[in-house]
Every structure is written in structure tokens, then in C-alpha cells.
């Protein structure tokens, strides 16, 4: 690799690259892809021995400080989580009533992260390390506590308050299925299925949100002005908005009774500029290894909640014919992470619009990760691209 700013600066040359697609804007220690090869690590550790033995808040430990924890310094991060998961009374109380009830739960979520950050000003200082930890604690606390408020709000129920005796995972299954005043049993089949996603999303080094979080971190910002501007880079509809894309494409192929091969076709001639959502990756050019993970956990998770959902069936169809066709062989194009998520999400009982703030809520350490790790780099400037001017020379202003 070539270290372009050194370069540029000595030949006068600028590199134009639309959409990063060649331009590394940092060095980290965090995540490996091999996108050729469909391999993931975290820190080093298979993204599949993470999945299937290790838990969320073990995972993020890992990512933020490069090591796994002791039993002790789990034991301890996890009941500092437990400790900070309350929502200040005014916020809970007044910042949701004055959202409309069929407000985006991302926007909900993005806005409350902004709000959050008004209650702790005097101490999100980027440059004292006793903030900086504290406030990835109240994050990774208090994301799936106001996650949950945006889906009782959507669905015009009462809060709960959250329950420090149980899980993370628990927890939040149960601000967003309990209901008061009424006994809640978390499944223990849909714990381990959503702690399994939400471990498979932790990370995935510089995507679309990931960068926008870096980037609003090198101006200086905090992690709460950083992380509401990654949640809203996340929402759109070719990152992690793809997962609430796909189960919409999948129900409008269903409802148009076209069949799935018309649809094929569609994407191939680009009609209308209909994409197969859920399909295609910047870096994989092989099968995602987390797809791979999704798809497995999915006749299994819907088998064991008893769940027969036929858009499965149409997914797995979908993905059969895109396999087996020139268009996508051609282009390397295979499912990626969200192709098979929302199949889960649905059949837990999730909403459609609630599947990318629970993408939001994996990939916050990977964010408070990152955050972190260019704060820590002594190479760290701040972010700002070049650009090639292409508009109008100097010109007279009329009558001038
Ligand atoms: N359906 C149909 N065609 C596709 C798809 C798709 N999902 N993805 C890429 N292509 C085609 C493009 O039209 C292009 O074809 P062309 O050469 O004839 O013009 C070719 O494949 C290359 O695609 P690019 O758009 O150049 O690939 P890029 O790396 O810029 O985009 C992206 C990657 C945004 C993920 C794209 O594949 C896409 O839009 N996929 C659907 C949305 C999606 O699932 N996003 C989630 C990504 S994973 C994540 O963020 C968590």
C-alpha cells in the first residue's frame, strides 16, 4: 500500500476516489476481513467461535480494549452496564411524548443519543479518559433502554423500567415484550438467538457508519455527538437499512404474485432501479461469513419458537436462483449480513422498523471501538477529503 497524503503533498497530485472504494483513511488493530475469502476476526478471534461461545458484552470488551476479559473484569463491566441502564426522568417522561407515534425508531434512537449527551456536558470531555469510559458505559447501558422506549412508544404501550437483575439480552427482550404490571419469562431460545445476532453485527471495521463516526470523532465532538451521527449514517437503505429493505422486497414479492424469477429479472435489467436488497458487498466478493451464520440460525430459531414464516421459504428461493445466474455470479454478488436477519427479528416479534436499531445496538462497541482507537492514535487529523472543483471559473456579478 502507498501512503497517498505523503505522495500527493510531494507531486501536487490529488487521488479522486468515489466512494473510498481504494483509499484507506486509517491503520487499525480492531477488525481482519478477507473479503475474497469471506473471513472475519475480531481482535484476531474467528467471528464464528465468537458467535457460538462467547456473549455481547464479552465481545465488546474485546473490541474496545483488544483482549478478552477475565471472569472479574466481565463481572465488573457487565454490573457498571446494570448500573447505568436508567434514563434520566426527563427524558424518559417528556423527550418521547413530544415524537409522534409514527416517528422511525432511528430517529428516535439518533435523537435520543443527541439528547442524551445535554445531560452529561460537563463530563464528555474527549481528552479525559475518566469520561470517555464512563460515557461507553452510559451508551452501551442506556441504547437498548431508549431502543425499546422508540418500540413501546411506536405501539402505544407503557415504559418499563429497566430490570438490573437480569442479562443485557434479557433485559431489553423484556422492555420491549413485557408489559406492566404482568409477569415477563425470558425464552431462553430467543435470548441466545438475539445475543448471537446482536454479536455477529459488533463490528465490521470502516463501513459507511463506522466512518462517519470516525470522522465526526477527528473534529474534536463526543462520543454521543459521534454515535448519534453513525446511527443515522446506519439507516440508510445500502448499510444497515437493508435489513428492514429486505423483508419489505420480500413481502412485496409475495403480495405482487409475480413469482420470485420475474422479480430476478427486474434486478437484472435494473427496472426502475429495483436492487436485490440484502445482496452484495462492498468488501465480500464470497459468501458473507456472518450470512452464512444467519442462515444457519434461522430454521433453527424459527423452528424452536414454532414460528412458520413461508418468507423464508421465498428468501431461500431467492437466494437459489441469484446464486445460479450469470448477472450475480458475474458481479460476485452473494447475501450479506441482512439478507436472512429480519427472517429472525420477525419471528421474535420485532416490528420491520425496529431491525436496524437492533443492528444499531450490535455494532455500538464497534463505534465506542473505534472512537476510542483514534483518539489513542498520535497520528489521528482531522477528517476532510479533497475534492476536484468542476464548476463555474471566476464570473462577473450581473451589473457589477
Ligand atoms: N442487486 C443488484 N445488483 C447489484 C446489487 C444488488 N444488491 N449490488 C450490486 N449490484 C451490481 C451493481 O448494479 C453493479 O452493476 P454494474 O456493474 O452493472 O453497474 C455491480 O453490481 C457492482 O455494484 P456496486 O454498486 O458498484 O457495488 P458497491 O460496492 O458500490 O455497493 C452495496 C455495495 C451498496 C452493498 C450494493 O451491493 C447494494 O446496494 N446492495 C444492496 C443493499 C444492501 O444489501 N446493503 C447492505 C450491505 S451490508 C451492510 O451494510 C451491513
Redesign the pocket.
Known amino acids: 500500500s502507498i501512503d497517498v497524503s505523503t505522495l500527493t503533498r510531494q507531486t501536487g497530485y490529488t487521488a479522486l476516489d468515489y ?1 473510498f ?1 481504494n483509499t484507506a483513511a486509517t491503520k487499525s488493530d480492531i477488525t481482519f476481513i478477507d473479503g475474497d475469502q469471506g473471513i472475519l476476526r475480531y481482535r484476531g478471534y474467528p467471528i464464528e467461535h465468537l458467535a457460538t461461545h462467547s456473549s455481547y458484552l464479552e465481545v465488546a470488551w474485546l473490541l474496545i480494549y483488544g483482549e478478552l476479559p477475565t471472569p472479574e473484569q466481565l463481572e465488573r463491566f457487565d454490573d457498571r452496564i446494570r448500573h447505568h441502564t436508567l434514563l434520566h426522568e426527563d427524558l424518559k417522561e417528556r423527550f418521547f411524548t413530544a415524537l409522534p407515534h409514527t416517528a422511525h425508531p432511528m430517529a428516535v434512537l439518533s435523537s435520543g443519543v443527541s439528547a442524551l449527551s445535554t445531560y452529561y456536558e460537563d463530563e464528555s470531555d474527549p481528552a479525559n479518559p475518566d469520561h470517555v469510559e464512563l460515557n461507553m458505559v452510559r451508551l452501551l447501558a442506556k441504547l437498548p433502554v431508549i431502543a425499546a422506549y422508540a418500540h413501546k412508544k411506536s405501539v402505544g404501550q407503557a415504559f418499563l423500567y429497566p430490570d438490573n437483575s437480569l442479562s443485557f439480552v434479557d433485559n431489553f427482550l423484556k422492555l420491549n415484550f413485557g408489559v406492566l404490571s404482568e409477569e415477563y419469562e425470558v425464552d431462553p431460545v430467543m435470548s441466545r438467538a438475539l445475543e448471537r445476532l446482536l454479536i455477529l453485527h459488533e463490528d ?1 471495521e470502516q ?2 457508519s463506522t466512518s462517519t463516526v470516525r470522522l465526526v470523532g477527528s473534529t474534536g465532538a463526543d462520543q454521543f455527538a459521534s454515535i448519534s451521527a453513525g446511527i443515522h449514517a446506519l439507516s440508510g ?7 428492514e ?2 423483508l419489505t422486497m420480500l413481502a412485496q414479492i409475495r403480495d405482487s404474485g409475480q413469482g420470485v424469477q420475474r422479480f430476478v429479472e427486474k ?2 435489467n ?1 427496472e426502475d432501479g ?9 468488501v465480500y466478493k464470497n459468501y ?1 461469513p456472518r450470512a452464512k451464520l444467519v442462515k444457519q440460525s434461522a430454521d433453527e430459531v424459527l423452528e424452536a419458537l414454532g414460528v412458520h414464516d413461508p418468507l423464508l421459504d421465498l428468501a431461500k428461493e431467492l437466494e437459489e436462483i441469484a446464486l445460479n445466474d450469470d ?2 455470479k458475474e ?1 460476485r ?1 452473494y447475501p ?4 436472512y436477519t429480519g427472517v429472525i427479528y420477525k419471528a421474535m416479534g420485532f416490528p420491520t422498523r425496529m431491525f436496524t436499531v437492533l ?1 444499531a445496538i450490535g455494532r455500538l462497541p464497534g463505534w465506542l471501538a473505534h472512537w476510542r482507537e483514534l483518539h489513542q492514535d498520535p497520528k489521528t487529523k482531522i477528517g476532510r477529503p479533497q475534492q476536484l472543483y468542476t464548476g463555474s471559473p471566476e464570473r462577473d456579478y450581473p451589473g457589477v
Open positions: 466512494g472504494v465490521h463501513n459507511a437503505p445500502l448499510h444497515g437499512g437493508a435489513n429493505a429486505v434486478v437484472k435494473k429495483v436492487k436485490l436488497m440484502g445482496f452484495g458487498h462492498r458473507d448477472y450475480f458481479r454478488l450479506n449480513v441482512d439478507f443492528f
